[in-house]
């Protein structure tokens, strides 16, 4: 059983393979018996909405713009009613894919990383993050991930960087990071 409820985030470029960790490492926590939920972002609200609208090319927004959607959604992802804050305070660990590294990396080059930073200092920091690295360091997007994760580990967040490459062993190498915060 865990010690407290957590905030645990999964990221990866690659949305399969982000897919699959999520979903693994859930049902590696209730067979060890830690209560706890799966979500996500962009949320499947409003907001969220406009956000994937944008992240598939159907919705042309300013990337300032873009990246104050990103906020919004997260407050109410964090904030509403049966929201990821509300989960924690009912002792439900959480097991988000895809917050703040996915939409830092998504606007690296598009906004100041420093107001990015700024505009997101009401936005819950996970206890860990858990990047699934894709393998191709030389990937413009990769490229964006690991600047985004260099970033965000300056202002204090636990991003741990798992080698993607081989997913069964990303896998055991998740859950046991994981072990170290929750048992």
Same mark, same amino acid.
């Given at each position: 059983?865990?010690?407290?409820?957590?905030?645990?985030?999964?990221?990866?470029?690659?949305?399969?393979?982000?897919?699959?960790?999520?979903?693994?490492?859930?049902?590696?926590?209730?067979?060890?018996?830690?209560?706890?939920?799966?979500?996500?972002?962009?949320?499947?609200?409003?907001?969220?909405?406009?956000?994937?609208?944008?992240?598939?090319?159907?919705?042309? +927004? $300013? %990337? @300032?713009?873009? =990246?104050?959607? &990103?906020?919004?959604? !997260?407050?109410?992802? /964090?904030?509403?009613?049966?929201?990821?804050?509300?989960?924690?305070?009912?002792?439900?660990?959480?097991?988000?894919?895809?917050?703040?590294?996915?939409?830092?990396?998504?606007?690296?080059?598009? +906004? $100041? %990383? @420093?107001?990015? =930073?700024?505009? &997101?200092?009401?936005? !819950?920091?996970?206890? /860990?993050?858990?990047?699934?690295?894709?393998?191709?360091?030389?990937?413009?997007?990769?490229?964006?991930?690991?600047?985004?994760?260099?970033?965000?580990?300056?202002?204090?967040?636990?991003?741990? +960087?798992?080698?993607?490459?081989?997913?069964?062993?990303?896998?055991?190498?998740?859950?046991?990071?994981?072990?170290?915060?929750?048992?």
């Amino acid at each position: 059983m865990s010690k407290q409820a957590k905030f645990l985030v999964v990221e990866s470029a690659d949305a399969g393979a982000l897919e699959d960790l999520a979903e693994g490492l859930y049902r590696w926590l209730h067979e060890k018996g830690v209560p706890a939920e799966r979500t996500g972002e962009p949320t499947r609200g409003p907001v969220g909405a406009l956000v994937r609208l944008a992240d598939q090319g159907r919705l042309r +927004v $300013d %990337p @300032a713009a873009l =990246a104050l959607l &990103h906020v919004a959604d !997260r407050l109410d992802h /964090l904030n509403a009613p049966g929201g990821i804050q509300a989960a924690l305070e009912e002792g439900r660990t959480l097991l988000c894919a895809g917050y703040m590294l996915a939409s830092l990396a998504s606007l690296w080059g598009e +906004v $100041d %990383p @420093a107001w990015w =930073a700024q505009i &997101h200092a009401r936005c !819950r920091v996970p206890d /860990l993050t858990l990047y699934l690295e894709g393998g191709d360091p030389s990937s413009v997007r990769e490229a964006k991930y690991a600047q985004a994760v260099e970033r965000l580990r300056a202002l204090g967040h636990e991003i741990a +960087v798992v080698d993607g490459t081989r997913p069964g062993e990303a896998l055991a190498r998740c859950r046991a990071r994981v072990s170290q915060i929750l048992f």
